[in-house]
């Protein structure tokens, strides 16, 4: 472990320590935690926006990408490292991946992982990342859930129902935070695409990956009859501001059990992030991703936390909307949801 990780670590336990309101902030980095004995959900963490999900049997994947071009390569052309690719743990069981945005850094690793690693995988996305990705993975691997998704005080969204696992999503219309300074996008070249894409044609330069409609998700997992939800998960990869990302007032009741937040820019957003989707969502456990650094330093080294992002901050500021466990994994690190109803 580097000693910034280390620091980072001894910072959030030390701040729980300190002040009684600040309870159960976890850490994970040398282990993955006991396993419940009992029904649970399973997250594991692929690093940036990615996770897979699992619970009896079934499983929904989200964007992983680990290929992490550094520093100015961004803006030189490159290629998924298929080195570090072989690295993510299995996947052949995949049959649904999520993504909110189209970003290189949710984005690029796509075709080589759905084409390799999850050949039976459906993509689920905004309007680019349908333009991107239905002619060189073929239409019927990709899914365009723009209009189904809710948008505060204009759509209702609607749920959709995957086809071979007992589990519905509903994205939800979200938003991206700037990247430089507080307002400047520096790796965002256009916000929306108005033809497909050909195959051969995808962006070679990280930073001419289109970010498109941002969107977030509720993720149900359903009991094999369908007829209740069993666990209820938020996911989102980039930080909100007030008034957008957030879940419709629902008529089913059902609480979110897991909130997985975008910690990086979190700050970036304003003060009341992410108080304000917390507000909305009330989970019984807060999970961070999107924390560490994967645009500068090395590859190979511990990973670090990314510039600009406050891991204290974010902590103090979670517990300021919800007294619930909080959990960081380092990447590749498992988390296990105990099933309480």
Not at 5 to 15: E, H, N
Not at 74 to 102: F, N, W
Not at 151 to 171: F, M, S
Not at 246 to 267: G, K, Q, R
Request: charged residues 20%.
């Amino acid at each position: 472990m580097s000693r910034h990780v280390l620091a980072v670590v001894l910072s959030v336990v030390v701040l729980t320590g300190c002040a009684p309101t600040l309870t159960g902030v976890r850490v994970y980095y040398p282990d993955n935690g006991p396993v419940p004995s009992g029904d649970h959900v399973t997250m594991h963490y692929l690093g940036n926006g990615g996770w897979l999900i699992r619970h009896d049997g079934h499983v929904v994947a989200t964007a992983p990408f680990v290929t992490n071009p550094l520093n100015a390569a961004v803006y030189l052309p490159a290629e998924s490292d298929q080195a570090r690719l072989s690295t993510l743990p299995p996947m052949r069981d995949v049959k649904s991946i999520l993504i909110g945005h189209a970003h290189y850094d949710h984005a690029m690793d796509l075709p080589y992982i759905m084409r390799e690693l999850a050949p039976e995988a459906t993509l689920y996305g905004g309007n680019a990342v349908t333009r991107l990705f239905r002619r060189t993975l073929g239409a019927n691997r990709v899914v365009d859930v723009s209009e189904k998704a809710y948008l505060r005080d204009q759509r209702a969204g609607e749920w959709i129902d995957l086809p071979h696992a007992p589990i519905r999503i509903l994205p939800l219309s979200s938003s991206h935070a700037p990247h430089l300074f507080g307002f400047v996008k520096v790796v965002s070249w256009r916000k929306r695409l108005e033809k497909d894409v050909e195959p051969g044609e995808l962006p070679t330069v990280p930073a001419a990956w289109p970010e498109g409609d941002t969107l977030a998700y509720l993720v149900d997992f359903l009991a094999p009859d369908r007829s209740k939800v069993v666990f209820r998960v938020y996911y989102q990869d980039s930080a909100t501001p007030p008034g957008i990302g957030s879940i419709p007032e629902s008529s089913d009741d059902v609480p979110v059990d897991v909130a997985i937040l975008c910690v990086a820019a979190f700050n970036q957003v304003g003060d009341d992030n992410p108080q304000h989707i917390l507000a909305d969502l009330k989970p019984r456990y807060v999970v961070g991703g999107h924390w560490e650094d994967f645009f500068m330093g090395s590859r190979d080294r511990a990973p670090q936390v990314a510039p600009g992002t406050n891991i204290d901050e974010f902590v103090r500021r979670t517990h300021k909307a919800v007294n619930v466990p909080i959990y960081l994994p380092e990447p590749y690190r498992k988390i296990f949801i105990p099933i309480v109803r």
